[in-house]
């Protein structure tokens, strides 16, 4: 019985790669459908974690805070989310999902049928797994 090759970290980076590539197709897609850009749905995704902070938001989404504003600007006409002073610094705003919001993240997690498609040809067991492993990927260094 032969072994299986190991597979080399390039490789790896290669197939996150695809397939970071397919799942962004497929969101961006999903987006779409709502009429939002993908940066509007992803921002839509991240406070459905809960509200946040513009600052916060901008750092989560990998992008400079001025642009976040236009994001949120644009959301917020749509009746997507709102802006709220943070009790804890009433200088601070938080971005909070509307309900309408809150219904829009959904639908474009659920028209996301590729990458749904995909995940669930994996048992249980398999989802378990990958979900440890990218959680180890992406946690950064240990303390």
């Known amino acids: ?58 750092a989560t989404m990998g992008c400079d805070a001025s642009n976040v504003t236009g994001i949120i600007d644009r959301l917020e006409k749509r009746g997507l989310v709102r802006r709220e002073a943070a009790a804890s610094d009433r200088r601070v705003k938080n971005v909070v999902l509307t309900a309408e919001g809150e219904r829009v993240a959904d639908a474009i997690s659920v028209r996301m049928r590729t990458t749904r498609d995909g995940l669930d040809r994996l048992s249980e067991q398999d989802r378990d797994d990958l979900y440890a492993l990218l959680e180890r990927v992406f946690a950064g260094p240990a303390a």
């Not at 299986?4 to 695809?18: F, G, H, I, K, N």
């Not at 999903?30 to 916060?56: D, H, I």
């Open 1 to 58: 019985m032969t072994e299986a090759p190991r597979v080399d970290t390039a490789q790896l980076m290669e197939l996150l790669s695809v397939s970071l590539g397919v799942y962004y197709a497929d969101f961006a897609a999903a987006a779409a459908s709502e009429n939002l850009t993908a940066s509007q749905g992803k921002a839509l995704t991240v406070l459905r974690r809960g509200p946040a902070p513009m600052r916060a938001l901008a």
